[in-house]
């Protein structure tokens, strides 16, 4: 199946905002449950991270010696915890369009277009591919991944509606019909007045 792309409901600002108003309490007993049990599998970096969260709040995720461990954090949240918690979680996360697709026919399909489209929603588009951290440029200090596959990003609404503008309503010829599933995220995002979240794993 190989690596695939999930674009999920987000906050205004994209994922910060849906992070800090997630149940963290409850994340922080569920990963001191499993780090214990299976240690090797999570930074403890990111756990002590998360007790700063909850004790000091959101600043200590800007400061650059803690972009690893931030990222760590975001990806075993949203990509574990989440996942574990789907079923009975008080916290829904709500996919904007319900497909996993493989990554490459993301990529084939937007090397179809991009020379239709504006600079602009290219850089956006690319974050697919590279990760978006939060708090922090990535051209300053990158989207980190433990493997170099997994990895999170996310568009704001703002970006939303720029990515909106160019794709609503367009024709896309057969190599770039995954442009629908972006399409379908961003109208479904636009409706409900929010950002996404883009899962890669």
Known sequence: MGIRVGFYLGSEDGMLGHFLGAPLAAFHDWYISVSEEFPNDF??????????????????????????????LLTDFYLTFVSDQKEDSAYPFEYAHESWVNIRFYRDAITAREERLP???????????????????????????????????????????????????????????????????????????????????
Not at 43 to 62: C, R
Not at 143 to 172: C, M, N, Q
């Open 43 to 72: 930074n403890p970096d990111a756990i002590e991270l998360l007790k700063s969260v909850l004790d000091k709040g959101s600043a200590v995720l800007e400061h650059p010696a803690n972009a690893k461990a931030t990222d760590a």
């Open 119 to 201: 600079l602009s929603v290219i850089r956006l588009l690319e974050y697919i591919f590279t990760g978006r951290p939060i708090l922090r440029s990535r051209d300053h200090q990158p989207f980190y991944s433990e493997d170099g596959g997994v990895r999170l990003a996310f568009w704001t609404y703002k970006e939303v509606a720029t990515i909106a503008r160019e794709l609503l309503g367009a024709e896309f010829t057969e190599e770039e019909a995954l442009f629908r599933n972006i399409s379908g995220a961003v109208n479904h995002a636009l409706q409900k007045q929010t950002g996404i979240i883009i899962l890669v794993a």
